[in-house]
């Protein structure tokens, strides 16, 4: 009988992050991908960057993955802010001694490293290119039979299969959503001069404009763009030539950075918000996108996504230290108690932060530039952007501080 | 967890005082219900975390035990007095120890029998009072029962004897205050949250009292702490005592 503590439905970066950290304390999973292992760990399959918090950093350090990463992500040393290329400008700087406000790292990986590390993890049981044919939720336990006829038996059940959460869509539970109704254009670029590390987000009426600074390659200086655009521009955004892309890349960034080339293919994702009314339900949690999808604006997704790792990790390896069964309701509700707030906050403002940026006009745009301006000249304002984008806002979870439970 | 016993069984022995027929009855009804979260032992769903979390902290101290351990009672015996449907048994018994659960009301043994083989664990349960638990254990529980059994005395008697020399004794039970009868009575038995019926104020003990039956048993009170309930964090234990108590016993040296 394949028995485990959790049966973890998702093998993303926050499936796999969640796998590790029980398997850190004893707890047992299954993780369930519908990916083959070859395809999750090819470079094409995803060319995405994640900026990952200093607290989230502490957590991939406290479950062993420090070694692995080390020296592979861009330390962001400041975030700087600006409204279109006018003048005026707010920039957000780590304290002394306090280490960058976060990582940049290539997704795929992150992907590879965290798979890697559960492969050979004593209580991980990896069930790759399956998926869930049937799941059973009732009060005795969770029942999951793949679609070769293995049967998984569990105590919880996780969704983590991101935005479109087949768990949480079954489990009946609601979700406010809305479309921005506009793509993420994604790319890497080598560019003549340095970055500095210097993460730039440049703030346009059709949604911002970022760069991200990466680690420099064979091709030399290197950072990821993001570059948001309505959704009617975005095929035609992927189907301008090299030159003619990089030409428009260049209009918007002002030519700082020096001459551009692409280091890898573009990809474009549509941009959404949603936000689950219940991350919990019957021997069931939700965790990262599949129970909340944010703007990219503030880089803070799988931060999110981190944070419900860190917490969910220590509400069960507390309760199994008190004999618990790992899918008592009174765990789940202090799940999702301590997450409801948080996600909500984060989700809201990130959100505010796309429209107050997106509205467009020479008045708003002061308003804008006064907002940065106060925030700048407010140093516990300031302290509260800094802490949100270290991800140490908050009730920290232990994992966050880099601590085991 | 729950009340003493159903019919007093026949024995001349003292403990058989422990028994109150029409209690036992009343919790035999709810004994379906027990492993509902949302059912009429939700209230008891709810204490358990901060109930656990004493017993595992004491446990910890008194033995010397790695709090990262999950199966730290492990080649250790443990007995609970009055365990309902099981809801303390069970976790003790996933953590290691070998559990014995008594219980006097034979609907409730019949549903935590049950309910033990759908979680795949190995409980002795046994109806009947105190009496029926055999030799001498580690660890010996009796969450909410006290309050319940007709002679106190006696009764604190039996669970001492059911004690290793060097074994640990845990108790709650709610303190005689106006604030445990207003709670627990007037509001919680008042608005549902607590089956009407379930408790008689007149019979609560307060620290002092109980402290004072434990030392006539040949006990040491260790630890006395409060279970209070705050609307932001829920229960928890704390240094408030009024509404409900938590206490901690060895055996006193000879």
New interface residues.
Partial sequence: MNQTDVIILGGGLVGQTLALALDLHGLSSAVVDRMPTKALLDSSYDGRVSAVASASWNMLNAIGLGEALEGKGCPIGSIRASDGLAPGRLDFESGEGEGPLGIMFENRLLRASLFGASQKAEHIALHMAKSAADVVREQEGVTVTLDDGTILKGSLLIGAEGRGSPTRETAGIRVARWSYRHHAIVATINHERSHGGIAYEIFYPAGPFALLPMLDDAGGHRSALVWTVHEKDGPAMMGLSERAFLAEAEKRMGGFLGNLALAGPRGSYPLGFHHAAKITGERLALVGDSAHGIHPIAGQGLNLGFRDVACLAQVLVEGVRLGMDAGDAELLKRYETWRSLDTLMVAMATDGLTRLFGIPGKTASRIRRFGMTAVDRIPPLKRRFVDEARGSSGKLPLLLQGVTV | MNASAATPPPTTDSQAHSVDPKEAEHFGKLAAEW????GSSAML??L??PR??YI?KAADRHWDLD????RPLTGKSALDIGCGAGLLA??????GATVTGIDAAEENIAAARAHAA??GLAIDYRIGGVEAAEGTHDLVTCMEVVEHVTDPAAFVCGLAGALKPDGLLIMSTPNRTGLSKLAMITVGEGAGLIPKGTHDWDKFLTPEELTGLLEAAGMRVTDVSGLSFSPARGFEISDRKALNYLLTAVRAPA
């Fill in positions: 492993w509902d979260p949302k769903h709810r358990n975390p656990l979390g595992r709090a990262a351990d999950r069970e976790p003790l018994a996933r953590l759908q979680s």
